[in-house]
């Protein structure tokens, strides 16, 4: 038994052109978010150009793991057989205040039934799945 | 374009639960369109336009040739998944007639779900890249999943209780009873019953989901002109509208007004195009993927504030007759079946020629909302000839 979030077997990322360095950050413990260099404007998911002021001079800025839930939600039922013995878990939308309020997706660590305080601070920790190939790792959140 | 074009046949196959359907989808498809020929009285060679939506399988062309149409003129696809394209593919239709692109164009959607995959399950494969790798890692991937988080900050910030999406289900349940079509008649819903079901992602318990099903409906739309002609009281398209806000398609949950059904930049375009306010709808169908994103549909068109949703949602407005809001009359999505939504627009003209099984008295006023939360959606007004 593995001491990850979830139970293994759901598909496993991969980077695609775009979005390596964001990958590649998790795996060293390192938050990377989309940011303009020309205007310095943020975006997440990462686009070819910026949608703030059209440049296509993007980068990958290294962000704090810090950040506030936004909303959440409290899955049950199993819609991937993977799954199918779980039980419930909780998704959370995070909001990045060192990136210019972009919001990402993870879980939120501890009790599952736990009640999810919106506008709560979460820090981040990093889960590596080294048995992976190849191997990823994820970002989960955890209330400050 | 108010007025100018009118639904005038309207058809659905027998709808089947998920996997039940004896044809396929193909074939779904045909028989809904003829059943809609022979209720407008028209040929089905003469069918110059097909519009639908939700990368509908179902291609144009093998259609025309299938069914032996003498020209193809429009051959038409809403861009965007889910139900959200079903007022759109009307909208289209009306303004290819009206713009003299076609002249007899067909609305369809056709699912078989068992012959094809189903919505409602997570993508099955070892791998993922791109914006999906940002949250199905998480367990997040189905369509019930990707939109409770937007339900859920909208409660948040407007203290809506639970008792509000009940009585959206109760409703559609009770209409369900009267409506043999319907995949869940005889099988009725109370509040008990609703409260003591499962959860399958909070908010939503299993009666806050719609169905999946097989089956497929069509409706036949021509000019104002030739409306006349037909044997059915005519349903005149007073607005039809598509679209959505500033960056409503942003990646992973980023868009910047979250907590919405994606209708406040269309709503008020709907109401200038058709003429109408919200106070002059007679009866409302509103796509329930799930019971919230009615709640932010009917918030978004005007029937309420989001601080008046706790008192505006009880299950006595929303029956008909006698209900001063009538909502899914044919038991909608959750009841009578998921044909994604568009079953939703026929029940619309049902209410204008008096057909329904849940009547409201001299409907003459018709709306629909298509597949709130997603991008791009759509909702329309159909009217009677009394609205011209």
Known sequence: MTDYYLRPGLPQPVAAGLDAPYWQGLRENRLLIQQCAACGGWQWGPEWVCHHCLSDQLHFAEVPAEGIIYSYERVWHPVHPALAEQGAYIVVLVTLPHAGDVRVVGNLLGDPEQTVPIGARVVGEFEHHEDADPPFSLLHWRIA | MRGQVAVVGVGETEYYKRGEAPDAEFKLALKAILAACEDAGIDAKDIDGFASYSNDRSDPSRLAAALGCKELRFSNMQWGGGGGGGSGAI??????????????????????????????????????????????????????????????RFMHDHGVEHSALRAISLACYEHAQRNPRAVMYGRPLDEAKYDASRWIVEPFRLYDCCQENDGAAAMILVSAERAGASPHKPCYVLGAVAGSHYRAGAS?????????????????????????????????????????????????????????????????????????????????????????????????????????????????????????????????????????
Do not use: W
């Open chain 2, 91 to 152: 909208a289209n239709a009306a303004a290819a007639i009206h713009a003299g692109l076609a002249e007899t164009v067909v609305v369809f959607r056709a699912l078989a779900q068992g012959q094809f995959g189903r919505f409602g399950q997570g993508p099955q494969r070892n791998t993922i890249a791109g914006e999906m790798a940002y949250t199905v890692p998480y367990g997040l991937m189905s369509p019930a999943q990707m939109f409770a988080m937007k339900v859920v």
């Open chain 2, 252 to 388: 992973v949950h980023n868009t910047p007004d979250y907590a919405s059904s994606t209708f406040k930049t269309l709503a008020p375009r709907l109401y200038a195009m058709a003429g109408v306010t919200a106070k002059d709808v007679d009866v409302l169908q509103s796509y329930e993927n799930f019971t919230g994103g009615v709640m932010m549909s009917l918030v978004e068109h005007g029937f309420c504030a989001p601080e008046q949703v706790n008192d505006f949602f009880v299950k006595e407005r929303f029956l008909a007759p006698q209900g001063d809001l009538p909502l899914n009359t044919s038991g909608g999505n959750l009841a009578e079946c998921y044909m994604h939504g568009l079953g939703l627009n026929i029940e619309a003209v049902r209410q204008i020629r008096g057909q329904s099984s849940s009547q409201v008295a001299d409907a003459d006023v018709s709306m629909v909302i298509s597949g709130p939360m997603v991008t791009p959606v759509s909702s329309c007004i159909l009217g009677s000839e009394a609205t011209l």
